[in-house]
C-alpha cells in the first residue's frame, strides 16, 4: 500500500456527487479506474492510502486526478457568496471537481442524458465489460473504459442491445469523430471554455447541460456551469419571482461565481440531491390534502 498527503479534501464527497460513475465501495475501500488501472483507496484523516493494479501508477497522478495541487480554500472562499452557497460548503467541504479523462467523461455524458445515476452507471458498466479490457486488484475485478476505436466499430443495434436506446447512434457517431481526430479531445484541454463547449456541441447528443458536464469534468473548464432540474430547484434561491430559463441561470451563475462556477455548481448540486435523499417522506394528513 502507498499514501499520498490529501488536506482540504473529502473523497466519499468527491466520488458521490454525480460526476463519475465509475467508482465502487466495498469493505471500507473505494474501487475504481485511473486509465487502464484499477485502482484501490480509502481516506485516513488527511491521507490518502492506495494500490493500482500498474505498479507505474504514481501518486503525483493520483494528486492530479483529484485536484489536489488545488489550493481549496481560495477556490471556496472565492465562491462564498452568499449563505446558500456557504451552507452548502459547511456541509461538503472537501469535496473537488476531479480531472477526469475526456473521452471517457464524453461518452459517459451522452449516456446520462435524461436519466438516473443508477441507469448511467448500469449503462457504462456494461459498456465496459462489452469492450474494455479485464483488469484486476486485490480481489476486485473490473473493465477499463472502451477506447473511442473500439465504440466507432461497434453496430449501433449492439449498442441498443446494451440499454443506450436512442443514445446508441450519438455514441457511436461521437467515437468515430474522436477515433478520426475530427474531435482532438486532447487538444480541448489547453482550449479556453467556449472553445471547448463549441467543439462538444458538435457532438450528436450532446446540447447545453452535457456539453457544460463534460467541459467541467473532462476538460478542466472550472467556469462551466451545468444547468439541469436539479439546479433549476437550487437557483430559485437567487430569481425567486423572475423568468428563469435555463440559459438565464447559466449566465446569471457565471456571473455570480465567475472562473469557479463549476465548483459553486458541484456543492449546490450535490447538496440539495443529498438533502432530497436524506428527507423525511411526506405524508398526506387531512389537513394538507386538497391545498
Known amino acids: 500500500m502507498r499514501d499520498l498527503p490529501a488536506p482540504d479534501f473529502s473523497l466519499?464527497?468527491?466520488l458521490t456527487s454525480g460526476q463519475t460513475f465509475r467508482w465502487r465501495q466495498h469493505e471500507g475501500w473505494w474501487y475504481g479506474f485511473l486509465g487502464r488501472?484499477?485502482?484501490?483507496?480509502?481516506q485516513?484523516?488527511?491521507?490518502?492510502?492506495?494500490?493500482?493494479?500498474?505498479?507505474?501508477v504514481t501518486g503525483e497522478q493520483l494528486r492530479r486526478y483529484f485536484a489536489l495541487d488545488l489550493h481549496l480554500p481560495d477556490i471556496l472562499s472565492f465562491i462564498d457568496v452568499d449563505m446558500q452557497i456557504h451552507r452548502a460548503i459547511v456541509r461538503y467541504r472537501g469535496l473537488r471537481v476531479l480531472r477526469q479523462d475526456g473521452w471517457e467523461t464524453l461518452a459517459s455524458?451522452?449516456?446520462a442524458s435524461f436519466n438516473n445515476i443508477k441507469r448511467i452507471e448500469g449503462m457504462v458498466e456494461r459498456l465496459?465489460?462489452?469492450?474494455?479490457?479485464?483488469?484486476?486488484l486485490n480481489g476486485f475485478r473490473g473493465f477499463s473504459f472502451p477506447t473511442a476505436d473500439a465504440l466507432a466499430a461497434v453496430p449501433e443495434r449492439r449498442l441498443r442491445s446494451l440499454g443506450l436506446g436512442y443514445r446508441a447512434p450519438y455514441l457511436r457517431a461521437t467515437a468515430r469523430l474522436v477515433a478520426d481526430g475530427r474531435l482532438p479531445a486532447?487538444?480541448?484541454?489547453s482550449a479556453d471554455y467556449e472553445t471547448t463547449k463549441r467543439a462538444l456541441l458538435g457532438c450528436d447528443g450532446v446540447g447545453d447541460k452535457v456539453a457544460d458536464c463534460v467541459a467541467l469534468f473532462g476538460f478542466e473548464k472550472l467556469e462551466a456551469f451545468p444547468v439541469d432540474v436539479w439546479m433549476e430547484r437550487v437557483m430559485r434561491y437567487y430569481f425567486r419571482h423572475r423568468k428563469m430559463t435555463r440559459?438565464?441561470?447559466h449566465d446569471y451563475a457565471t456571473q455570480r461565481f465567475g472562473r469557479y462556477a463549476g465548483y459553486a455548481q458541484q456543492y449546490l448540486y450535490h447538496d440539495i440531491r443529498t438533502l432530497r435523499a436524506t428527507a423525511p417522506p411526506v405524508t398526506a394528513t387531512l389537513s394538507t390534502v386538497g391545498r
Open 186 to 189: 486532447d487538444q480541448l484541454r
Open 37 to 42: 488501472a484499477a485502482v484501490k483507496i480509502r
Open 12 to 14: 466519499h464527497a468527491s
Open 44 to 56: 485516513e484523516g488527511d491521507r490518502l492510502i492506495w494500490d493500482a493494479s500498474d505498479p507505474s
Open 109 to 111: 455524458f451522452i449516456c
Open 247 to 249: 440559459k438565464a441561470v
Open 128 to 136: 465496459c465489460q462489452a469492450y474494455g479490457e479485464p483488469v484486476a
